[in-house]
């Protein structure tokens, strides 16, 4: 429930952009508790066949379906919110801090169990169709999904776990990881990010037992469903619920940035939860939204083996947080190796305050690209992905800035403009040049545009 993002050499960037036998080391898929300085030089290579992908110690072999490209496989296992004085890492330990405190079991200990080193290869099942969501839906296309195959991919969101969290028999959870989507670019949008997903259900009795009176209340009915309840739920449990869960949000998010923060609600849909809501809290004057939440679909908790229990979820981005906390500009940085960057963030506690110190103002390059679309088979995200693919974080962002269609031959035109500027050095106007003509001449062979260079 919470944001979006692409890549590779240009060498290899193809459909099916990997080589054979593509290894990635990665990390153990299950645990409870818990930028380049220089520019490839061999534009000019040619990609050899792909057949099988080699990811975390499983092969997954390639079909119609793939476009994972190796640029994304190399930030599998890099695990950010796992490294110690890492900015993800300090966001994420503050929430499991506030939920262990705040939430505790009936002995004493916490309520809810953290989950940060799940695999990101999921399947298609776990995804999507677990959490109800349609066959048709746009969520699912290949434009905004990287897939190994057409059965598995990388988890486009952490709520790829929710099904599996809950049938193991949990009622509570935070589950952390890196997902992967493909998207536009721009200083808040990366092709891998951060999530966590937070889950809890409620019995009968834990739901009423604190109302007054409230014995003779119920979870369920046969009633019809509406914008405010699905049609299994009793409008009493809903409501209770949600106050529950808008409650607890409320309290982290002013835990996390101090009192006197303004919080509010907008209404929404999400496919597998439903009322739905969106939490938009006001920093600094502006509004910003940060998460996403609901009561579950009944329907997904009935499968998953708890069916007298009614529940929520929440997913937040923790890149999100951190850049309002921390004042971070651009999402690129926390992929930073630099220790200017990191060194900024080590502290005796975790709750230290920090504000990001600029490394250095570098000045961007900018270059703008027009060419005529094929037919049918052009997709924007394709666009933005080749150009990740070959400029990788050198990229800072890519606009569309005009759009033609031809009178006479209906043909239709796009121009984009390409900023390039390096987090930590300043580029030069060559190696840009060589880039930039590496992204035209691989468009035309790769998208199948014809150039107005």
């Given at each position: 429930m919470a944001m979006l993002w692409k890549f590779m050499r240009v060498a290899k960037y193809s459909k099916t952009a990997l080589s054979p036998k593509v290894k990635v080391r990665g990390v153990p898929t299950h645990s409870r508790h818990s930028s380049s300085k220089s520019v490839p030089s061999d534009f000019a290579a040619s990609a050899p066949c792909s057949n099988t992908v080699e990811l975390l110690g499983k092969s997954y072999p390639q079909?119609?379906?793939?476009?994972?490209?190796?640029?994304?496989?190399?930030?599998?296992?890099k695990?950010?919110?796992?490294?110690?004085?890492?900015?993800?890492?300090?966001?994420?330990?503050?929430?499991?801090?506030?939920?262990?405190?705040?939430?505790?079991?009936?002995?004493?200990?916490?309520?809810?169990s953290v989950y940060d080193r799940l695999s990101p290869v999921v399947t298609v099942q776990q995804n999507f169709d677990s959490l109800l969501i349609p066959q048709n839906h746009a969520s699912r296309r290949k434009e905004d999904n990287y897939y190994l195959n057409r059965d598995h991919m990388l988890r486009a969101h952490t709520s790829a776990h929710q099904w599996d969290l809950i049938h193991s028999g949990?009622?509570?959870?935070?589950?952390?990881?890196?997902?992967?989507?493909?998207?536009?670019?721009?200083?808040?949008?990366?092709?891998?990010?951060?999530?966590?997903?937070?889950?809890?259900?409620?019995?009968c009795h834990e739901l009423f037992s604190s109302i007054k009176d409230g014995e003779g209340l119920q979870l369920f009915e046969q009633g019809h469903r509406t914008a405010h309840k699905q049609e299994c739920h009793t409008m009493e449990a809903v409501r209770l619920v949600e106050f529950n869960l808008k409650q607890v949000l409320t309290k982290l998010m002013t835990h996390i940035?101090?009192?006197?923060?303004?919080?509010?609600?907008?209404?929404?849909?999400?496919?597998?939860?439903?009322?739905?809501?969106?939490?938009?809290?006001?920093?600094?004057?502006?509004?910003?939204?940060?998460?996403?939440?609901?009561?579950?679909?009944?329907?997904?908790?009935?499968?998953?083996?708890?069916?007298?229990?009614?529940?929520?979820?929440?997913?937040?981005?923790?890149?999100?947080?951190?850049?309002?906390?921390?004042?971070?500009?651009d999402i690129r940085l926390f992929w930073s190796e630099d220790e200017r960057f990191l060194k900024q963030f080590i502290g005796p506690h975790i709750w230290q305050k920090i504000k990001f110190q600029p490394l250095s103002k570098y000045p961007p390059l900018?270059?703008?690209?027009?060419?005529?679309?094929?037919?049918?088979?052009?997709?924007?995200?394709?666009?933005?992905?080749?150009?990740r693919t070959i400029g990788g974080d050198l990229i800072e962002k890519v606009v569309l800035l005009d759009e033609f269609a031809h009178p006479k031959t209906k043909k239709v035109s796009h121009c984009y403009r390409i900023i390039y500027r390096h987090p930590e050095r300043t580029l030069t106007q060559d190696e840009v040049h060589h880039i930039h003509q590496a992204i035209e001449e691989s468009a035309v062979r790769e998208l199948g545009v014809e150039g107005r260079f």
């Open positions: 079909d119609d379906y793939s476009n994972v490209t190796e640029k994304i496989l190399s930030k599998v296992g695990n950010l919110h796992n490294r110690k004085h890492h900015p993800l890492w300090l966001i994420k330990e503050q929430v499991k801090e506030h939920f262990y405190k705040h939430y505790l079991g009936r002995r004493g200990t916490p309520l809810f949990l009622d509570a959870f935070l589950a952390v990881g890196d997902v992967y989507r493909r998207d536009t670019i721009d200083n808040t949008h990366y092709p891998v990010f951060h999530q966590m997903e937070g889950v809890r259900l409620f019995s940035f101090g009192d006197g923060l303004q919080v509010r609600w907008v209404d929404c849909y999400f496919p597998f939860t439903h009322p739905s809501f969106e939490m938009e809290i006001n920093f600094q004057g502006e509004w910003m939204e940060v998460l996403g939440c609901g009561v579950m679909e009944q329907q997904l908790v009935n499968s998953a083996g708890a069916q007298d229990k009614i529940g929520w979820a929440f997913g937040l981005g923790l890149e999100r947080l951190a850049m309002i906390l921390y004042d971070i500009p900018i270059n703008d690209i027009s060419f005529w679309l094929p037919s049918e088979t052009y997709s924007q995200n394709d666009f933005y992905d080749l150009v």
